[in-house]
């Protein structure tokens, strides 16, 4: 990725629904090459889909929290099986299979705690192989809505 991809995707990154002409007059470069360089960031894999950002809250969700989910036994069916069940609730926003004491860190958005402590209780707790469940509330999210693109280590070209 040279500079230019990595001004590309920083630029999309801020407004994803500008026009591939105002993105390439904001970057000084000729329609045609901002959009043959956002064909090829997106048929490589580094530009996954457009999205819109939504407040949890105004969708009657306010209330997040993350599921800390230990398996037993750690066996690929088990853990594979927990990963599909739970990405397919409603409530689930995010699913993270980690290393470390836990398997899972599951982010959740709910109405209110007794809506989480239903979700706890009738979808999490009655997965078979769960041999621990720890609940924390979140009390508030900073998410980043762009990532920047990092220089490649030194001595090392494009890839």
């Known amino acids: ?7 590309i995707v920083q630029a999309l990154q801020a407004d994803g629904r500008q026009t591939n002409r105002e993105l390439a ?7 045609s ?5 956002v064909r090829s960031l997106r048929n490589r894999g580094v530009i996954t889909g457009f999205h819109a950002a939504v407040d949890l809250a105004e969708l009657g969700r306010p209330l997040q929290a ?3 989910v230990r398996l037993q036994p750690k066996t690929r069916e088990a853990v594979e099986g927990f990963r599909t069940y739970i990405g397919r609730l409603p409530e689930t926003v ?3 299979v980690v ?10 958005a709910v109405r209110d705690t007794g809506h989480l ?3 706890v209780v009738d979808h999490v707790s009655r997965f078979p192989n769960i041999a621990d469940v720890r609940t924390s509330i979140v009390y ?4 980043k809505n762009a990532v920047e693109v990092l220089a490649p280590p030194a001595g090392r070209g494009r890839r």
Do not use: K
């Open 25 to 31: 007059e904001r970057l000084g470069i000729a329609p």
């Open 140 to 143: 508030e999210h900073l998410r």
């Open 117 to 119: 402590r239903d979700f």
């Open 1 to 7: 990725m040279d500079e230019l991809d990595a001004a």
């Open 33 to 37: 090459t901002c959009l043959e360089r």
């Open 99 to 108: 290393s470390g004491g836990d398997d899972f860190i599951v982010q959740v």
């Open 94 to 96: 995010a699913v993270f």
């Open 66 to 68: 993350l599921v800390n």
